[in-house]
């Protein structure tokens, strides 16, 4: 179509450019300007509809389209807008450009005017020929917003163009922050989808989750080019991790710190890459769940305190060995430490009360090794009182040690007595070594791994030794000293 007596031709200055660009892009552009207009204005939504085969029709219901937009600036309006999605002024033209590449027809209407394209000389310059916009009165003076209407393109291509938004992607938003939203990947997908502003410009195949970016910082702004695509994750990053940091939900949580499990084999995703991202997802866990940091070691040792966690209703988060040392320096939302074994521990000693047994209540078996606590004695040559130890009771419940384990014998000083762990009573050996180990405590009055305690301790094995090689005057019965003397001696020639 060339220029007439009613018709108004502008220069858009493009020749040949963009080769690459696909129909699809293209059409995105008419798109992301009806979605533009429809934000800024608060008016219905835009409809996309196939209106006969190889046509379609984009409208928006806006304040309609003039040539004047068609000048290559930057949109001051949508720039100070969070919600749109243009900002170069370039769009349209760029698209229209394809759109004669390919020989697609396309026409906008307005009531400002109606108009469509074709190739003419410059004025003054007839051997260079540009694509102009042909401006035409409006065939309706009375049209709300803008139409524009495609022919000569493929279904395929409309649903392409869509895929590039938000809008039409069916990517389900987990959590809304200052910065943009965080969006669950769909399992179908390729990688998780990175928006700006509605608009997708990257996939990433190891994302664990999809996001939209709506507040730009600066190396966003300089990054996003005229084309919208293939924008480096450099560009990103910081406002990815910005995003996961502000989260607060269960929803974005959960999946980080089940994704950790994967940390040994190489397998997580790499938002787990950034420490900040795994920290604060484990303070989220806890603000919202009941659960136990541990390492894959402490999983697999198994100990007593695991299990106590477990009754007590706290769930088993594994975490890397690097994350579990640094938890013990954080709090959840709420200020309260997080929870690894080593603060399990301490909580569950403090709030620890013994469950003691009496005697007539044992079983007889069990009975018969209780009995056993004074000969033991004498036969390391500890006389009554000598300790200050006046009572040995049984317990069922005993505090944890470091290690998680359930503590099988403890000395306490401030009340003179030894407390040991049922379970001790199963036999002879386990009760009568946790009752010695506890009177080498009593007597050098020092702690586990001390030289005063090693002392003693050696002390008390010798006077064994030798009263089991050498008989033991006094009232212990014949039968209990042949086999205090027999496990003894099987001992030593054992060591």
């Given at each position: 179509?060339?220029?007439?007596?009613?018709?108004q031709?502008?220069?858009?200055?493009?020749?040949?450019?963009?080769?690459h660009?696909?129909?699809?892009?293209?059409?995105?552009?008419?798109?992301?300007?009806?979605?533009?207009e429809?934000?800024?204005?608060?008016?219905?939504?835009?409809?996309?509809?196939?209106?006969?085969?190889?046509?379609?029709?984009?409208?928006?219901?806006?304040?309609?389209?003039?040539?004047?937009?068609?000048?290559?600036?930057?949109?001051?309006?949508?720039?100070?807008?969070?919600?749109?999605?243009?900002?170069?002024?370039?769009?349209?033209?760029?698209?229209?450009?394809?759109?004669?590449?390919?020989?697609?027809?396309?026409?906008?209407?307005?009531?400002?005017?109606?108009?469509?394209?074709g190739?003419?000389a410059?004025?003054?310059?007839?051997?260079?020929?540009?694509?102009?916009?042909?401006?035409?009165?409006?065939?309706?003076?009375?049209?709300?917003?803008?139409?524009?209407?495609?022919?000569?393109?493929?279904?395929?291509?409309?649903?392409?163009?869509?895929?590039?938004?938000?809008?039409?992607?069916?990517?389900?938003?987990?959590?809304?922050?200052?910065?943009?939203?965080?969006?669950?990947?769909?399992?179908?997908?390729?990688?998780?989808?990175?928006?700006?502003?509605?608009?997708?410009?990257?996939?990433?195949?190891?994302?664990?989750?999809?996001?939209?970016?709506?507040?730009?910082?600066?190396?966003?702004r300089?990054?996003?080019?005229?084309?919208?695509?293939?924008?480096?994750?450099?560009?990103?990053?910081?406002?990815?991790?910005?995003?996961?940091?502000?989260?607060?939900?269960?929803?974005?949580?959960?999946?980080?710190?089940?994704?950790?499990?994967?940390?040994?084999?190489?397998?997580?995703?790499?938002?787990?890459?950034?420490?900040?991202?795994?920290?604060?997802?484990?303070?989220?866990?806890?603000?919202?769940?009941?659960?136990?940091?541990?390492?894959?070691?402490?999983?697999?040792q198994?100990?007593?305190?695991?299990?106590?966690?477990?009754?007590?209703?706290?769930?088993?988060?594994?975490?890397?060995?690097?994350?579990?040392?640094?938890?013990?320096?954080?709090?959840?939302?709420?200020?309260?430490?997080?929870?690894?074994?080593?603060?399990?521990?301490?909580?569950?000693?403090?709030?620890?009360?013994?469950?003691?047994?009496?005697?007539g209540?044992?079983?007889?078996?069990?009975?018969?090794?209780?009995?056993?606590?004074?000969?033991?004695?004498?036969?390391?040559?500890?006389?009554?009182?000598?300790?200050?130890v006046?009572?040995?009771?049984?317990?069922?419940?005993?505090?944890?040690?470091?290690?998680?384990?359930?503590?099988?014998?403890?000395?306490?000083?401030?009340?003179?007595?030894?407390?040991?762990?049922?379970?001790?009573?199963?036999?002879?050996?386990?009760?009568?070594?946790?009752?010695?180990?506890?009177?080498?405590h009593?007597?050098?009055?020092?702690?586990?791994?001390?030289?005063?305690?090693?002392?003693?301790?050696?002390?008390?094995?010798?006077?064994?030794?030798?009263?089991?090689?050498?008989?033991?005057?006094?009232?212990?019965?014949?039968?209990?000293?042949?086999?205090?003397r027999?496990?003894?001696?099987?001992?030593?020639?054992?060591?």
């Amino acid at each position: 179509m060339t220029a007439g007596p009613h018709v108004q031709a502008f220069d858009l200055n493009i020749d040949t450019v963009l080769k690459h660009w696909s129909l699809a892009f293209a059409i995105r552009e008419i798109i992301a300007n009806a979605l533009d207009e429809h934000k800024i204005t608060g008016t219905t939504e835009p409809v996309i509809e196939k209106v006969e085969d190889g046509t379609w029709e984009i409208r928006d219901f806006g304040r309609g389209l003039r040539y004047q937009h068609l000048t290559q600036n930057e949109s001051t309006e949508k720039q100070h807008h969070q919600d749109v999605i243009g900002q170069f002024g370039v769009g349209l033209k760029d698209a229209l450009a394809v759109f004669e590449r390919n020989d697609v027809g396309v026409t906008l209407h307005s009531a400002h005017g109606d108009i469509s394209t074709g190739r003419q000389a410059k004025p003054d310059f007839g051997d260079i020929v540009t694509l102009h916009a042909l401006v035409t009165a409006p065939a309706d003076p009375q049209m709300v917003g803008t139409l524009v209407r495609i022919t000569g393109i493929a279904d395929t291509d409309v649903e392409a163009a869509k895929e590039l938004f938000l809008k039409f992607s069916g990517d389900l938003p987990l959590e809304q922050t200052r910065f943009g939203e965080v969006l669950e990947r769909r399992p179908d997908s390729d990688g998780g989808r990175v928006y700006v502003r509605g608009l997708l410009v990257a996939v990433e195949p190891r994302f664990l989750f999809s996001y939209n970016i709506i507040d730009l910082n600066a190396p966003l702004r300089r990054a996003l080019n005229r084309e919208r695509s293939n924008v480096g994750r450099t560009a990103y990053s910081s406002r990815v991790k910005d995003m996961l940091i502000a989260c607060t939900s269960r929803e974005v949580a959960e999946p980080l710190t089940v994704d950790l499990a994967g940390y040994a084999s190489g397998t997580i995703h790499a938002e787990l890459d950034w420490k900040d991202v795994k920290l604060h997802a484990c303070r989220v866990l806890q603000t919202n769940d009941k659960v136990l940091f541990i390492t894959a070691r402490q999983l697999e040792q198994r100990t007593p305190q695991l299990e106590y966690a477990k009754d007590d209703g706290y769930r088993l988060v594994v975490v890397p060995d690097d994350l579990a040392k640094a938890l013990g320096n954080e709090t959840d939302l709420e200020g309260r430490p997080l929870v690894d074994l080593d603060t399990y521990r301490k909580s569950w000693n403090e709030s620890f009360s013994y469950t003691f047994v009496e005697p007539g209540m044992l079983t007889p078996a069990e009975q018969q090794i209780f009995s056993l606590a004074a000969p033991t004695a004498q036969l390391a040559q500890i006389l009554p009182g000598q300790t200050g130890v006046t009572s040995i009771l049984i317990s069922e419940t005993m505090r944890l040690n470091d290690g998680g384990e359930t503590v099988l014998g403890l000395y306490q000083k401030d009340m003179n007595r030894i407390v040991i762990h049922r379970g001790q009573l199963a036999n002879a050996d386990r009760f009568c070594g946790t009752l010695l180990h506890e009177l080498a405590h009593a007597r050098s009055g020092a702690t586990d791994g001390t030289r005063e305690f090693e002392r003693e301790l050696t002390k008390l094995l010798g006077a064994i030794a030798a009263a089991a090689l050498n008989g033991v005057p006094g009232p212990v019965p014949a039968s209990q000293r042949r086999s205090l003397r027999q496990r003894v001696l099987h001992r030593v020639r054992s060591a």
